[in-house]
T-cell receptor, first 114, second 114 residues
Framework: AQSVSQHNHHVILSEAASLELGCNYS??????LFWYVQYPGQHLQLLLK????DPLVKGIKGFEAEFIKSKFSFNLRKPSVQWSDTAEYFC????????????WGLGTSLAVNP | DTGVSQDPRHKITKRGQNVTFRCDPI?????LYWYRQTLGQGPEFLTY????????KSRLLSDRFSAERPKGSFSTLEIQRTEQGDSAMYLC????????????FGPGTRLTVL
């Protein structure tokens, strides 16, 4: 069965610090990979996605993620966080092809101190 | 606003009552998904539709849960004889069928069962 593991459940950073959130998945086939963000009081929004091609993908608000197939990983990065990045971050996976349901990690709560 | 909408946003009910939630997807999207999210967890897949056909149901969806999408547009999720364990955020998402799809989420319906 597919599963997604996010290594950090709670992260606290100061503004301008660099961010890396880990995501590993368990699935033997081809996958589509996603990072979603949920700002306080708001609904889930797509941050970035990987379907195929260049394994380094860039998303909104300066975020990027790198797909490393050999490590089954899709880590999220941002070189310099801002207070407005305080949010819950979710990694999700679905199997490429007809099975469209998303399998989610538990989420990482990021707090950025000004 | 042309995003996914859900109604109601909050629902408080007593144990044993029936509740129904509605989701209106983005207009050109023909896939519609329901997820459930409890505190501290990532969303869990419940079911999805392609047009009016319900193509997959999770084992989480007990016989007290039923979902419909009668005309391939809006969808309803009904929970009969609610239990306290049903308290959660119920999320709806939609996507467009062509190619790898990205799911766009609504604001959710928060259900509290007393």
């Amino acid at each position: 069965a597919q599963s997604v593991s996010q290594h950090n459940h709670h992260v606290i950073l100061s503004e301008a610090a660099s961010l890396e959130l880990g995501c590993n998945y368990s699935y033997g086939g081809t996958v589509n990979l996603f990072w979603y963000v949920q700002y306080p009081g708001q609904h889930l929004q797509l941050l970035l996605k990987y379907f195929s091609g260049d394994p380094l993908v860039k998303g909104i608000k300066g975020f990027e993620a790198e797909f490393i197939k050999s490590k089954f990983s899709f880590n999220l990065r941002k070189p310099s966080v801002q207070w407005s990045d305080t949010a819950e971050y979710f990694c999700a996976v679905n199997a490429a092809g007809n099975n469209r349901k998303l399998i989610w990690g538990l989420g990482t709560s990021l707090a950025v101190n000004p | 606003d042309t995003g996914v909408s859900q109604d109601p946003r909050h629902k408080i009910t007593k144990r044993g009552q029936n509740v129904t939630f509605r989701c209106d997807p983005i207009s050109e999207h023909n896939r519609l998904y329901w997820y459930r999210q409890t505190l501290g967890q990532g969303p869990e897949f419940l079911t999805y539709f392609q047009n009016e056909a319900q193509l997959e149901k999770s084992r989480l969806l007990s016989d007290r849960f039923s979902a419909e999408r009668p005309k391939g547009s809006f969808s309803t999720l009904e929970i009969q004889r609610t239990e306290q364990g049903d308290s959660a955020m119920y999320l709806c998402a939609s996507s467009f069928r062509e190619g790898p799809d990205t799911q766009y989420f609504g604001p959710g319906t928060r259900l509290t069962v007393l």
